[in-house]
Structure formats: structure tokens, C-alpha cells
């Protein structure tokens, strides 16, 4: 002894006793008798012993040291050591916390403590009891004075009003003492005591505190009393309003952060304020009693679109927190919520109380609808208005005719969005998209209710479902999905091909262009035709491929000559409607070009920088091959002299005119009667031909240098 169960007290200047058993271990155990000598050790530091400080209990045989510990010692618990050695071997035992080094005077204050404070709101006298004994013994009564005695609130030191010792139990004191008015909040006490030349003392920390009151009444906009109760679940303190909706916490709250649960009408609305704050800068409540308010609505006091509105709660907090936690109950039934699970939550945070109105915007917050309990929860940060109501649900008509489009074909999609009331809704955003490719368009719906949108296939072969979803908050939204089929595009172009050209008899003439696979698959067996002229003006290179890729492109060449016997007799049109056309096993293309077909070019002898008669102008425009035209001119010399001499026998000229005035008059006057009557013409072809061997040359000469 002492062990850590049982320690042993040491006062300063005291006696520190131990006893112990020092034994050799053989076959039994024997006493030591004669060690050469023992140490002791308080926490690691040796407290200096003497031979004549240890000695052998020859009755029990146990060893017994009696030595003083130093003041170098301070108060408090130390581990004890003794060592001993015999014969050259030491052996030690240690035994925890065994020794306790206490001053002589003891001082612990009973009431008040941290758990059980002492609380002021303006200050006042208030009592402390303490314990105080004089190593461990009653001090006499006669042995004390006020003077003995001092008390420290916070940085404050005070006399007592009076001391007096318990008279139940004596080794308690009871200490009055009076403080003034402090700031709100928390402060410690310490008691220190004199006697007989030792001073000691005792603190409780935040013993003493300064309140702030908590107090108000709970009314709605309309006057009518709101029964609640709070609960400060720090503290576990509870009060209720009265039947004046009069609520107060007695004597008050200490400046700190509280948690404050608020039920309102039996339950009904609940509200649980986390972090509140409590200080000397948070309002008075002595000076504003509706610092908590309440109301509850049964009508709609706003037009929400997309929301039927079942309940509104109004609840505004004065104080400063952190965050809220609000449960609502609902009547399903009452409310005529038709799904529970549309419930939803808009809050208002710019309301006013008075007048009961929404002076901002209504705007949805999350929340947690529990359909069994009929309650709604919800976080908040801020508190005004809450509405309890249903969501309502968009409706959407799709119009899609095709069904079947080519990769990446824009696919253009109609329709109209309503509420479940039939309504149109404007504004909504209606969402495109194929989770093949990832394609996504949005676009949005217009005046009555209408959208068109539009989104491109996917580049991939197969079926492939387009999801359209209309939103629009707070609407439920709608969603609907298509499944359509995805093909690859059979296409073929003609590139280069205009859309005339003339041809020339007798003249061989090359048109080219391009046939290409504009399409998304390949095309096999492609031939190449011609319609609409004699397959003996035409020659196509290449009239066949076998296969064209996607992209691909092939050159074709289009030889045309024109025989001029082919034309014979009038056997040939002016104007030919010239069919291109590519067939293959997959798809067939054709493309049309207007040709126009004309006499072969004649390159005159002798081009004159000045003409005075054009002989196209006067004849018209004559086609055909160089005989011909040398024919046409014999029959024109021959009709012209056949009209001077006509002319010349029946017109009476008052003035003479030169040949050259004779022949241009006479033709200029003749020349629609001549070329408007078959008959005519038929003559002279008759008389032309009879005469041609002999005069066609030299009249021919003679006429053309004429008229030139």
C-alpha cells in the first residue's frame, strides 16, 4: 500500500508512508531481513530515504517507509515506485496514481456550476456553497471572516454579503454575494479562501450568466390566436403560449446557438430551427413580440401556372438561423389532390404578413411528399409562404407521317402541347432526341400550344426510336417516343449536262458530263441510254459500269454526228428533246437537254468590212447543204426577173430607176407574196431546174456582186 485504488494523501510538509513485502524466492518464500536498501520514486523523481526511514514489521513481516516530500513537489497524482536490492540483484514494483499531493486547504464550490448556472438579467445577490476543509477536516466557525473570503466574476472581484456554514452538513459554507448588471452571456466564478496562512481556490466555469429574453406573442394576419408549443432542445426546456398566444422562457437564454423545435396547432405545422442565434445584437424581444409568426390559408392567394394549390402556411422567424426543417400535414381529401406524388412546394419570400399577398415570385423548392403520414418536408434557409399543391401534366399530339427516312435526313416533326385541362401552353421546350448517335434539337411551342422541330437521322442503317419530351416548369412534363427506320439513300446525279446545245449537220460534237453516286450505297450495274434521237447520231462512252461506291463518280461522253442525208426530204426537226437515262439494279435516273439542229457552218470567200444588205435578213434564214443553197439562189434570181418583167409591163414609173433600185424594190414588195404561196414556189423549183445548166453561174455572179 497505497495502490491506485486506495492512494495515499500527502499534504505538503507531510509524511508519505508505504508498506510493502521484500521476499527471496527459493523452494518457499523467505523473508529479506537485511536488503542492502530500498528507493523511492514519485513519477520517475526519487524521493531522498534514509536507513532510518524504512524499517521490517517483524509481527507481518512487511517492510514499512515513512519519509517527507519535498515542496518541490506540486498537487496532484504521481506513480509510485520501490526498488529494492539484495545481495547485488533489485527488483521493483510500480503501482499507478497511488500517491496524491494535496494542499492542506481544500476549497470546491458546490453551486453554482457549469451544469447548473446562475442566471441574471439585470443582476443581482445570489448564493454560492462550497466545501471547504483543512486537510480534510471541519474548520471551526470562530476560525473564518468576510475578509477571509473573496469571489471573481469574469475579470471582477467582490466581497462577500455574508458567510455562514451549513447546518446540516458543516463542512459546506453558504457565500452571498451581489453582482452588478453584465453584458449578456457567460462568466466564471472562482471562491478563494485564507486560513491559517494558506490561500487556495475553487472556479466553475460559465457559472454565471446574463440572459436575454425569449419571450412573444403568436397571433395570424387575422387576429386569431395561434396555440404552439417550443422546445429548446439543447437545454430540453419546453414552453407553451397561454390562451392569449403569450409564450415566455424564464429567466431567459445566454448568448449561444440553439436548436428550437416550434409546433403549431397541435402538430399540424412543425418547424425545427437549426443554428439560431442568440446575442446582444439579435432583436429584443421585449421590444418585438411578434418575432415568430404564423398564418395559414384555405384559399388560393395566387394564380401559380401549372399548379392546383391545396394549402398555403405562412411562417416568418425574426431570429437568426441556420436552417429549417418544416413538416406540413395535408388533407388529401379536403385539398381534392387527385396524386400524391405531384405534390409539390412553392415558397414566396417576399410576402406580406398584413395583407396576405405574394409582393415577389413564387418559386418551387425541393421537398419530400410522405403519402402514408399525409405530410410534406422540406429545408429552408430563409421562411415567408409556402403553397402546398399538385403539379399539373402536359399532354402532346405528334404528327409523323413517314416512317421510313435516309441516314442523316432531317426529319421534320409537327404537333401541339395542352395541360390536362385541354389548355394550350406556350413557352414549353419540346426536346428531340436519338440515342443512336446521340442526337439531341430542342425548339418551342407557340401561340396556341403549336411547335415544328426538326432533327436528321442517324448515319446508321436499322430502326431507331426518336424521344420527344415537352417541359415546362411546374408542369409535369411529357414523353412520348417514335420507332422509325433508318436506310441508306439510292441516289444518282448527272453532272455537266446543259440544258441546250445545237447540233451541226455533218458535224461530230462531244458533250460531256458526270454521273455520280450521290447516294449512301453503292450501285451495281449501271447502263446508259439515249432516247429521244436515231441510235445511229449517237454513241455513248462507256453505255455501262458495273459499279459506282458512294461518292464515286464516272465521266461519260456523248458523240453526236448528224448526216445531212439523214435529213433529206425534211426527214429531220429543228428541235430535238434528247432523254439521258442511267439505269441500275438499284435505282434509275434520267436527265433532258434540248438540242437544236442546224445547217453546217459555210465559211464565207471574202468577209467586207461594210455591208449594206444583209442576205439572211432578206430571204430569212435558209438551212440546208451547199447545193441547196445554190439552188435557192437560182430560184430567187429567177423569181426576181420574172417580177421585173411583170412589174415592167404593168407599172407606169414616173422616174426611171437604176437596176440595182429596180431589183431591190421589186423584191422588197414581192417578197411576202413569193414565200407565203406554194404554188409559186413550186414554179419556179419547175422553171429553175430547166434553165440551171444554162444560166446558173453567170446569174448567180452577176446578182450577188449586184446586191453586194
Not at 409568426?293 to 431570429?319: C, M, Q
Not at 422540406?378 to 399530339?397: H, P, Q, V, W, Y
Not at 416512317?403 to 428531340?432: C, H, M, R, W
Not at 449512301?520 to 441510254?529: F, M, P, S
Request: hydrophobic share 35%; proline share 5%; with cysteine.
Amino acid at each position: 500500500t497505497p495502490t491506485e485504488s486506495n492512494p495515499e494523501t500527502v499534504y505538503r510538509e507531510g509524511k508519505l508512508s508505504v508498506s510493502f513485502d521484500f521476499n527471496k524466492i527459493t523452494d518457499s518464500q523467505e523473508i529479506i531481513t537485511n536488503p542492502d536498501n530500498f528507493r523511492v520514486f514519485l513519477s520517475g523523481t526519487e524521493v531522498s530515504i534514509s536507513q532510518a526511514d524504512y524499517w521490517i514489521n517483524t509481527t507481518t513481516g512487511k517492510w514499512n517507509i515513512q519519509t517527507s516530500v519535498p515542496d518541490s513537489f506540486s498537487f496532484g497524482s504521481y506513480d509510485l515506485k520501490i526498488e529494492g536490492t539484495y545481495q547485488g540483484h533489485t527488483v521493483s514494483d510500480t503501482e499507478n496514481n497511488a500517491v496524491a499531493i494535496k494542499y492542506p486547504l481544500s476549497v470546491d464550490i458546490v453551486s453554482p456550476t457549469y451544469s447548473s448556472p446562475q442566471a441574471f438579467v439585470d443582476g443581482g445577490q445570489f448564493a454560492i456553497k462550497a466545501k471547504i476543509l483543512y486537510k480534510s477536516e471541519v474548520i471551526g466557525t470562530d476560525k473564518f471572516g468576510i475578509n477571509d473570503f473573496s469571489v471573481l466574476i469574469g475579470d471582477n472581484i467582490y466581497t462577500p454579503d455574508s458567510i455562514s456554514r451549513d447546518e446540516t452538513d458543516t463542512q459546506y459554507w453558504n457565500i452571498k454575494v451581489s453582482t452588478p448588471k453584465y453584458d449578456p452571456g457567460s462568466y466564471d466564478l472562482t471562491l478563494s479562501v485564507t486560513y491559517d496562512g494558506n490561500t487556495v481556490s475553487s472556479k466553475q466555469e460559465d457559472a454565471i450568466q446574463f440572459v436575454l429574453p425569449f419571450k412573444g406573442t403568436l397571433i395570424d394576419a387575422g387576429g386569431k390566436i395561434i396555440g404552439a408549443r417550443i422546445i429548446f432542445e439543447d437545454t430540453g426546456k419546453t414552453i407553451r403560449t397561454d390562451n392569449l398566444g403569450v409564450y415566455e422562457l424564464s429567466p431567459g437564454l445566454v448568448p449561444g446557438t440553439y436548436n428550437l423545435r416550434i409546433e403549431f396547432e397541435d402538430g399540424k405545422t412543425i418547424a425545427r430551427f437549426k443554428g439560431v442565434e442568440i446575442n446582444k445584437n439579435t432583436p429584443d424581444m421585449n421590444r418585438y413580440p411578434y418575432t415568430i409568426r404564423y398564418d395559414r390559408l384555405s384559399g388560393t392567394p395566387a394564380n401559380i401556372e401549372g399548379v392546383s394549390v391545396a394549402k398555403t402556411v405562412v411562417l416568418e422567424f425574426g431570429l437568426p438561423f441556420q436552417n429549417a426543417e418544416v413538416t406540413i400535414s395535408y388533407d388529401d381529401v379536403e385539398s381534392k389532390i387527385m396524386n400524391q406524388m405531384n405534390i409539390e412546394v412553392f415558397a414566396c419570400h417576399n410576402w406580406n404578413f398584413a395583407a396576405r399577398r405574394c409582393a415577389g415570385q413564387w418559386e418551387k423548392i425541393p421537398s419530400n411528399v410522405d403519402t402514408i403520414l399525409n405530410i410534406i418536408s422540406f429545408n429552408a434557409t430563409e421562411l415567408s409562404a409556402f403553397i402546398i399543391g399538385e403539379r399539373k401534366s402536359l399532354k402532346m399530339d405528334v404528327n409523323l407521317d413517314v416512317k421510313e427516312y435516309t441516314l442523316g435526313e432531317p426529319i421534320q416533326i409537327k404537333g401541339k402541347v395542352t395541360d390536362t385541362s385541354s389548355n394550350p401552353i406556350e413557352d414549353a421546350v419540346i426536346k428531340f432526341s436519338i440515342a443512336k448517335g446521340n442526337i439531341t434539337t430542342t425548339t418551342k411551342t407557340t401561340f396556341g400550344g403549336f411547335y415544328v422541330g426538326e432533327i436528321s437521322a442517324p448515319m446508321e442503317e436499322g430502326i431507331f426510336n426518336i424521344t420527344i419530351e415537352a417541359v415546362k416548369e411546374p408542369y409535369i412534363g411529357y414523353k412520348a417516343s417514335l420507332s422509325l427506320q433508318a436506310v441508306k439513300s439510292k441516289s444518282l446525279s448527272f453532272i455537266g449536262i446543259p440544258d441546250t446545245t445545237d447540233i451541226y449537220l455533218d458535224t461530230p460534237q462531244d458533250i460531256k458530263f458526270t454521273l455520280l453516286n450521290s447516294g449512301q450505297t453503292a450501285l451495281t450495274d449501271i447502263r446508259l441510254y439515249i432516247v429521244g434521237i436515231s441510235t445511229n447520231w449517237y454513241q455513248l462512252i462507256p453505255q455501262a459500269i458495273n459499279e459506282l461506291q458512294p461518292g464515286e463518280s464516272k465521266e461519260i461522253t456523248l458523240k453526236i454526228n448528224v448526216p445531212t442525208q439523214d435529213c433529206i426530204s425534211g426527214a429531220c426537226k429543228t428541235y430535238y428533246s434528247i432523254t439521258i437515262q442511267a439505269k441500275s439494279n438499284e435505282i434509275e435516273k434520267e436527265s433532258v437537254l434540248t438540242a437544236t439542229l442546224k445547217q453546217k457552218v459555210v465559211q464565207q470567200k471574202e468577209t467586207k468590212p461594210q455591208e449594206w444588205f444583209n442576205f439572211e435578213a432578206l430571204t430569212g434564214q435558209l438551212t440546208g447543204s451547199e447545193p441547196v443553197f445554190y439552188m435557192g439562189m437560182s430560184v430567187i434570181i429567177i423569181i426576181i426577173f420574172t417580177v421585173l418583167i411583170i412589174r415592167k409591163k404593168k407599172i407606169n414609173v414616173p422616174k426611171r430607176r437604176t437596176p440595182r433600185q429596180d431589183i431591190l424594190f421589186s423584191f422588197q414588195s414581192l417578197k411576202p407574196h413569193i414565200f407565203s404561196k406554194p404554188q409559186v414556189k413550186q414554179t419556179l423549183r419547175e422553171e429553175t431546174k430547166k434553165e440551171e445548166e444554162e444560166k446558173k453561174e453567170e446569174s448567180l455572179d452577176e446578182i450577188i456582186e449586184e446586191l453586194e
